[in-house]
Protein backbone atom coordinates (compact mmCIF):
# COMPACT_ATOMS: atom_id res chain seq x y z
CA UNK A 1 0.00 0.00 0.00
CA UNK A 2 1.73 3.46 -0.67
CA UNK A 3 0.44 4.42 2.75
CA UNK A 4 2.02 2.04 4.67
CA UNK A 5 4.58 3.95 7.09
CA UNK A 6 5.69 0.45 8.71
CA UNK A 7 9.83 0.74 7.11
CA UNK A 8 9.55 4.57 7.35
CA UNK A 9 13.49 6.07 7.61
CA UNK A 10 12.72 9.45 8.73
CA UNK A 11 16.66 9.79 9.09
CA UNK A 12 16.92 9.10 5.44
CA UNK A 13 14.09 11.24 4.42
CA UNK A 14 15.73 14.10 6.21
CA UNK A 15 18.81 13.07 4.85
CA UNK A 16 17.55 12.78 0.87
CA UNK A 17 15.21 16.23 1.33
CA UNK A 18 19.46 17.91 2.73
CA UNK A 19 20.38 16.12 -0.71
CA UNK A 20 18.00 17.71 -2.95
CA UNK A 21 18.38 21.51 -1.64
CA UNK A 22 22.13 21.35 -1.66
CA UNK A 23 21.95 20.43 -4.90
CA UNK A 24 19.40 22.75 -6.43
CA UNK A 25 21.50 25.54 -4.61
CA UNK A 26 24.79 24.20 -6.27
CA UNK A 27 26.17 27.17 -8.44
CA UNK A 28 28.65 26.94 -11.42
CA UNK A 29 30.67 30.32 -11.35
CA UNK A 30 32.26 29.37 -14.68
CA UNK A 31 32.59 27.43 -17.54
CA UNK A 32 35.58 27.14 -20.28
CA UNK A 33 35.96 25.05 -23.25
CA UNK A 34 38.74 23.16 -23.53
CA UNK A 35 41.71 23.28 -26.05
CA UNK A 36 40.98 20.68 -29.03
CA UNK A 37 41.92 20.93 -32.73
CA UNK A 38 38.47 19.82 -33.37
CA UNK A 39 36.36 22.07 -35.16
CA UNK A 40 33.27 21.02 -33.25
CA UNK A 41 32.45 21.68 -29.53
CA UNK A 42 33.93 18.88 -27.71
CA UNK A 43 34.93 18.89 -23.71
CA UNK A 44 33.55 21.68 -20.94
CA UNK A 45 34.84 22.44 -18.12
CA UNK A 46 32.93 23.78 -15.19
CA UNK A 47 34.05 25.40 -11.45
CA UNK A 48 31.48 25.24 -9.31
CA UNK A 49 30.49 26.35 -5.40
CA UNK A 50 31.45 23.34 -3.85
CA UNK A 51 35.12 23.53 -5.10
CA UNK A 52 35.16 20.94 -8.22
CA UNK A 53 36.25 20.77 -11.33
CA UNK A 54 35.10 19.04 -13.63
CA UNK A 55 35.10 18.15 -17.66
CA UNK A 56 31.79 17.24 -19.55
CA UNK A 57 31.70 15.38 -23.21
CA UNK A 58 29.10 17.53 -24.95
CA UNK A 59 28.69 14.92 -27.47
CA UNK A 60 27.86 12.18 -24.72
CA UNK A 61 25.62 14.58 -23.70
CA UNK A 62 23.83 15.24 -26.57
CA UNK A 63 23.67 11.59 -27.93
CA UNK A 64 22.24 10.62 -23.82
CA UNK A 65 18.61 11.19 -22.85
CA UNK A 66 17.54 12.52 -21.08
CA UNK A 67 20.01 15.13 -21.46
CA UNK A 68 18.10 16.64 -24.59
CA UNK A 69 16.76 20.78 -24.95
CA UNK A 70 13.39 18.85 -24.51
CA UNK A 71 13.53 18.36 -21.16
CA UNK A 72 15.09 21.71 -20.02
CA UNK A 73 12.72 22.06 -16.81
CA UNK A 74 13.37 18.35 -15.49
CA UNK A 75 15.12 18.14 -12.01
CA UNK A 76 17.32 15.34 -12.85
CA UNK A 77 19.63 15.73 -15.78
CA UNK A 78 22.38 14.22 -14.06
CA UNK A 79 25.76 13.97 -16.33
CA UNK A 80 28.41 12.15 -15.78
CA UNK A 81 32.06 13.65 -15.65
CA UNK A 82 34.67 13.18 -17.91
CA UNK A 83 37.28 13.86 -15.19
CA UNK A 84 36.43 15.30 -11.92
CA UNK A 85 38.38 16.76 -8.69
CA UNK A 86 38.58 18.71 -5.61
CA UNK A 87 40.12 21.94 -6.83
CA UNK A 88 39.89 24.18 -3.78
CA UNK A 89 38.45 24.28 -0.79
CA UNK A 90 35.79 26.41 -0.87
CA UNK A 91 33.71 27.45 -4.11
CA UNK A 92 35.98 27.82 -7.23
CA UNK A 93 35.45 31.19 -9.29
CA UNK A 94 37.13 30.86 -12.41
CA UNK A 95 39.13 28.66 -14.85
CA UNK A 96 41.20 29.72 -17.24
CA UNK A 97 43.78 27.55 -19.82
CA UNK A 98 47.20 28.75 -19.73
CA UNK A 99 48.24 27.84 -23.42
CA UNK A 100 46.12 26.74 -26.32
CA UNK A 101 46.96 22.62 -26.83
CA UNK A 102 47.17 19.50 -25.21
CA UNK A 103 50.66 20.47 -23.58
CA UNK A 104 48.50 23.66 -22.31
CA UNK A 105 47.71 24.00 -17.91
CA UNK A 106 44.11 24.12 -16.60
CA UNK A 107 44.23 27.12 -14.34
CA UNK A 108 42.06 27.43 -11.27
CA UNK A 109 41.35 30.14 -8.44
CA UNK A 110 39.06 29.97 -5.71
CA UNK A 111 37.44 31.38 -2.20
CA UNK A 112 40.67 29.84 -0.51
CA UNK A 113 43.05 32.41 -1.87
CA UNK A 114 44.90 30.01 -4.11
CA UNK A 115 45.50 29.77 -8.14
CA UNK A 116 46.32 25.94 -9.20
CA UNK A 117 47.33 24.49 -12.01
CA UNK A 118 47.22 21.00 -14.01
CA UNK A 119 48.54 20.06 -17.64
CA UNK A 120 45.69 19.27 -19.41
CA UNK A 121 47.51 15.87 -20.87
CA UNK A 122 47.15 14.66 -17.78
CA UNK A 123 43.88 14.98 -16.81
CA UNK A 124 42.62 13.67 -19.82
CA UNK A 125 45.38 10.55 -20.32
CA UNK A 126 44.39 8.97 -16.80
CA UNK A 127 43.22 5.55 -16.80
CA UNK A 128 40.32 6.69 -14.46
CA UNK A 129 40.08 10.59 -15.09
CA UNK A 130 36.76 10.56 -13.18
CA UNK A 131 37.82 8.84 -9.78
CA UNK A 132 40.36 12.04 -9.48
CA UNK A 133 39.36 13.24 -5.99
CA UNK A 134 40.92 14.83 -3.74
CA UNK A 135 44.50 14.01 -3.11
CA UNK A 136 44.39 11.50 -6.05
CA UNK A 137 45.68 14.76 -7.85
CA UNK A 138 48.23 17.11 -7.54
CA UNK A 139 48.28 20.46 -8.79
CA UNK A 140 51.71 21.07 -10.97
CA UNK A 141 51.26 24.92 -10.02
CA UNK A 142 50.16 26.04 -6.66
CA UNK A 143 50.11 30.07 -5.96
CA UNK A 144 48.87 31.51 -2.74
CA UNK A 145 48.09 34.61 -2.17
CA UNK A 146 50.20 36.82 -0.03
CA UNK A 147 49.37 38.00 3.69
CA UNK A 148 49.11 41.49 5.07
CA UNK A 149 50.13 42.74 8.18
CA UNK A 150 48.41 44.65 10.78
CA UNK A 151 48.82 46.21 13.38
CA UNK A 152 51.50 44.34 16.02
CA UNK A 153 52.69 42.37 12.91
CA UNK A 154 49.07 40.36 12.83
CA UNK A 155 48.11 38.87 9.70
CA UNK A 156 44.82 39.36 7.70
CA UNK A 157 43.28 36.44 5.97
CA UNK A 158 44.23 35.00 2.58
CA UNK A 159 42.02 37.02 0.06
CA UNK A 160 39.67 35.25 -1.88
CA UNK A 161 40.69 35.18 -6.02
CA UNK A 162 37.41 35.87 -7.99
CA UNK A 163 39.14 35.97 -11.53
CA UNK A 164 42.01 35.51 -13.66
CA UNK A 165 43.63 36.29 -16.65
CA UNK A 166 46.68 34.58 -18.51
CA UNK A 167 49.09 36.71 -20.78
CA UNK A 168 51.27 33.21 -22.07
CA UNK A 169 53.87 35.35 -23.92
CA UNK A 170 54.60 37.12 -20.77
CA UNK A 171 54.40 33.71 -18.71
CA UNK A 172 52.20 35.84 -16.27
CA UNK A 173 49.24 34.69 -14.94
CA UNK A 174 46.95 37.65 -13.26
CA UNK A 175 44.36 37.40 -10.15
CA UNK A 176 41.88 39.61 -9.09
CA UNK A 177 41.67 39.71 -5.31
CA UNK A 178 39.28 40.34 -2.47
CA UNK A 179 41.31 42.87 -0.66
CA UNK A 180 41.07 45.25 -3.42
CA UNK A 181 44.40 44.24 -5.34
CA UNK A 182 45.45 42.78 -8.37
CA UNK A 183 48.08 40.46 -8.33
CA UNK A 184 50.82 39.23 -11.22
CA UNK A 185 52.18 36.09 -10.95
CA UNK A 186 55.43 34.70 -12.80
CA UNK A 187 54.62 30.83 -14.16
CA UNK A 188 57.85 29.37 -14.14
CA UNK A 189 59.04 30.31 -10.58
CA UNK A 190 55.53 30.87 -9.04
CA UNK A 191 56.17 34.38 -7.57
CA UNK A 192 54.74 37.86 -7.61
CA UNK A 193 56.25 40.02 -9.79
CA UNK A 194 53.32 42.97 -9.62
CA UNK A 195 50.79 44.33 -7.17
CA UNK A 196 47.93 46.65 -8.86
CA UNK A 197 47.24 48.62 -5.90
CA UNK A 198 44.85 51.39 -6.46
CA UNK A 199 41.14 50.15 -5.99
CA UNK A 200 38.88 51.17 -2.78
CA UNK A 201 37.27 47.74 -2.47
CA UNK A 202 36.87 44.46 -3.69
CA UNK A 203 38.03 43.14 -7.25
CA UNK A 204 35.03 41.24 -9.32
CA UNK A 205 36.99 41.01 -12.68
CA UNK A 206 39.63 41.47 -14.98
CA UNK A 207 40.70 40.97 -18.15
CA UNK A 208 44.19 40.75 -19.93
CA UNK A 209 44.83 43.65 -22.93
CA UNK A 210 48.17 41.08 -23.79
CA UNK A 211 48.77 43.28 -27.09
CA UNK A 212 49.19 46.51 -25.06
CA UNK A 213 50.70 44.62 -22.01
CA UNK A 214 47.70 46.06 -19.40
CA UNK A 215 44.76 44.54 -17.52
CA UNK A 216 41.73 45.81 -16.73
CA UNK A 217 40.18 45.37 -13.59
CA UNK A 218 36.74 45.94 -12.18
CA UNK A 219 35.66 46.86 -8.50
CA UNK A 220 32.83 46.99 -6.04
CA UNK A 221 34.38 50.55 -5.26
CA UNK A 222 32.52 51.48 -8.75
CA UNK A 223 35.37 51.92 -11.48
CA UNK A 224 37.66 49.74 -13.91
CA UNK A 225 40.76 50.61 -14.03
CA UNK A 226 43.32 49.92 -16.40
CA UNK A 227 47.23 49.24 -15.65
CA UNK A 228 50.77 49.37 -17.30
CA UNK A 229 51.76 45.68 -16.43
CA UNK A 230 55.23 46.55 -16.95
CA UNK A 231 55.24 50.00 -14.05
CA UNK A 232 52.32 49.04 -11.77
CA UNK A 233 50.26 51.72 -12.44
CA UNK A 234 46.86 52.61 -13.27
CA UNK A 235 46.93 54.74 -16.48
CA UNK A 236 43.36 54.82 -16.76
CA UNK A 237 40.23 55.07 -13.92
CA UNK A 238 36.89 54.56 -15.98
CA UNK A 239 33.87 55.52 -14.24
CA UNK A 240 30.74 54.44 -16.00
CA UNK A 241 28.10 55.19 -13.41
CA UNK A 242 29.56 58.69 -12.64
CA UNK A 243 26.38 60.46 -13.69
CA UNK A 244 23.37 58.12 -12.53
CA UNK A 245 21.33 59.24 -9.80
CA UNK A 246 20.88 55.70 -8.63
CA UNK A 247 24.83 55.37 -8.40
CA UNK A 248 24.43 53.80 -4.82
CA UNK A 249 22.53 51.19 -6.20
CA UNK A 250 24.44 50.03 -8.94
CA UNK A 251 27.78 51.45 -8.60
CA UNK A 252 30.41 48.22 -8.84
CA UNK A 253 31.45 46.82 -11.72
CA UNK A 254 30.11 43.25 -12.01
CA UNK A 255 32.10 41.78 -15.25
CA UNK A 256 34.47 43.57 -18.30
CA UNK A 257 35.00 42.28 -21.56
CA UNK A 258 37.36 42.76 -24.38
CA UNK A 259 36.68 42.17 -28.17
CA UNK A 260 38.96 40.23 -30.34
CA UNK A 261 40.90 43.60 -31.49
CA UNK A 262 41.07 44.49 -27.90
CA UNK A 263 39.80 48.17 -28.95
CA UNK A 264 36.38 47.84 -27.40
CA UNK A 265 35.43 47.18 -23.41
CA UNK A 266 32.65 46.73 -22.51
CA UNK A 267 31.47 47.03 -18.28
CA UNK A 268 28.56 45.66 -16.71
CA UNK A 269 27.19 47.84 -13.96
CA UNK A 270 23.79 46.73 -11.99
CA UNK A 271 21.60 46.76 -15.40
CA UNK A 272 23.71 48.39 -17.17
CA UNK A 273 26.37 48.55 -19.74
CA UNK A 274 28.80 50.70 -21.13
CA UNK A 275 31.13 50.46 -24.30
CA UNK A 276 34.29 51.88 -24.18
CA UNK A 277 36.61 52.84 -27.32
CA UNK A 278 39.94 52.52 -26.07
CA UNK A 279 42.33 54.31 -28.28
CA UNK A 280 40.14 56.82 -28.44
CA UNK A 281 39.26 56.64 -24.68
CA UNK A 282 35.83 57.79 -24.80
CA UNK A 283 32.69 55.72 -23.57
CA UNK A 284 31.05 55.25 -26.71
CA UNK A 285 27.11 54.38 -25.66
CA UNK A 286 25.43 53.23 -22.43
CA UNK A 287 22.51 51.07 -22.34
CA UNK A 288 20.29 49.36 -19.61
CA UNK A 289 19.51 45.48 -19.31
CA UNK A 290 16.79 43.52 -18.13
CA UNK A 291 18.37 42.90 -15.29
CA UNK A 292 21.84 42.78 -13.12
CA UNK A 293 24.91 41.38 -15.75
CA UNK A 294 26.49 38.97 -13.91
CA UNK A 295 28.91 38.07 -16.67
CA UNK A 296 29.40 38.81 -21.05
CA UNK A 297 32.08 38.43 -23.74
CA UNK A 298 32.14 39.76 -27.45
CA UNK A 299 31.06 37.63 -29.93
CA UNK A 300 32.50 39.71 -33.42
CA UNK A 301 30.33 43.24 -33.07
CA UNK A 302 27.94 41.91 -30.39
CA UNK A 303 27.71 41.68 -26.81
CA UNK A 304 26.44 38.40 -24.93
CA UNK A 305 25.44 39.13 -21.52
CA UNK A 306 23.76 37.00 -18.55
CA UNK A 307 22.59 38.22 -15.19
CA UNK A 308 20.14 37.67 -12.75
CA UNK A 309 16.84 36.50 -14.97
CA UNK A 310 17.09 32.90 -17.37
CA UNK A 311 17.82 34.85 -20.65
CA UNK A 312 21.18 35.03 -22.73
CA UNK A 313 21.06 38.21 -24.40
CA UNK A 314 22.29 39.64 -27.68
CA UNK A 315 22.87 43.14 -27.61
CA UNK A 316 24.85 45.06 -31.22
CA UNK A 317 27.34 47.68 -30.76
CA UNK A 318 24.26 50.26 -30.30
CA UNK A 319 22.60 48.80 -27.15
CA UNK A 320 20.19 47.60 -29.50
CA UNK A 321 18.44 44.19 -28.32
CA UNK A 322 19.29 41.44 -31.10
CA UNK A 323 17.73 38.51 -29.48
CA UNK A 324 16.89 37.05 -26.09
CA UNK A 325 17.14 32.97 -25.41
CA UNK A 326 15.76 31.02 -22.32
CA UNK A 327 18.28 29.72 -20.33
CA UNK A 328 18.03 26.74 -17.84
CA UNK A 329 19.74 28.22 -14.76
CA UNK A 330 17.27 30.77 -12.87
CA UNK A 331 20.49 33.06 -12.34
CA UNK A 332 23.42 32.91 -14.52
CA UNK A 333 26.85 34.05 -13.71
CA UNK A 334 29.12 32.08 -16.92
CA UNK A 335 29.17 32.56 -20.49
CA UNK A 336 31.63 30.79 -22.45
CA UNK A 337 31.89 30.75 -26.44
CA UNK A 338 33.44 28.06 -28.49
CA UNK A 339 35.16 29.22 -31.76
CA UNK A 340 32.30 27.18 -33.78
CA UNK A 341 29.72 29.75 -32.21
CA UNK A 342 28.64 26.89 -29.43
CA UNK A 343 27.88 28.80 -26.32
CA UNK A 344 27.88 27.21 -22.50
CA UNK A 345 25.61 29.35 -20.17
CA UNK A 346 25.86 28.09 -16.10
CA UNK A 347 24.77 28.98 -13.03
CA UNK A 348 22.11 28.14 -10.13
CA UNK A 349 21.22 24.80 -9.48
CA UNK A 350 24.64 24.06 -10.84
CA UNK A 351 22.89 23.49 -14.42
CA UNK A 352 24.56 24.32 -17.59
CA UNK A 353 22.71 25.26 -21.21
CA UNK A 354 24.39 24.38 -24.03
CA UNK A 355 22.86 26.65 -26.88
CA UNK A 356 24.06 26.49 -30.69
CA UNK A 357 25.29 29.38 -32.67
CA UNK A 358 21.60 29.54 -34.19
CA UNK A 359 20.06 29.70 -30.49
CA UNK A 360 18.77 25.95 -30.38
CA UNK A 361 19.24 24.14 -26.92
CA UNK A 362 21.92 21.42 -27.82
CA UNK A 363 21.63 19.73 -24.43
CA UNK A 364 21.31 21.07 -20.69
CA UNK A 365 23.08 19.26 -17.71
CA UNK A 366 23.21 19.11 -14.12
CA UNK A 367 26.85 18.91 -12.80
CA UNK A 368 28.21 16.14 -10.30
CA UNK A 369 28.59 17.24 -6.74
CA UNK A 370 31.36 16.15 -4.53
Known amino acids: MSGDATHWDENAYREAILKEREIETRTVFRTAWAPT???NPDTLLVASSDGSIASY???SCISNLPFGFTNIKTQKLFAEPTCFFQGHDGPAYDIKFYGDDEDSLLLSCGDDGRIQGWRWKELTGSKDSSSLLGGDIKPLLDLVNPQHKGPWGALSPIPENNAIAVDTKGGSVFAASGDSCA??????TGKVKTVFKGHL??????VARNSASQIITGSEDGTARIWDCKSGKCIKLIDPAKDLKSRGLVKWISSVALDASESWLACSYGRNISLWNLPASECITKFSTGSSVQDMLFDNNQILAIGADPLLNRFDMNGVTLSQIHCAPPSSFTISL???GVMAVGGYGCLVDVISQFGSHMCTFRCRSL
Open 201 to 206: DYLHCL
Open 338 to 340: HPS
Open 57 to 59: SIP
Open 37 to 39: RNP
Open 183 to 188: YCWDVE
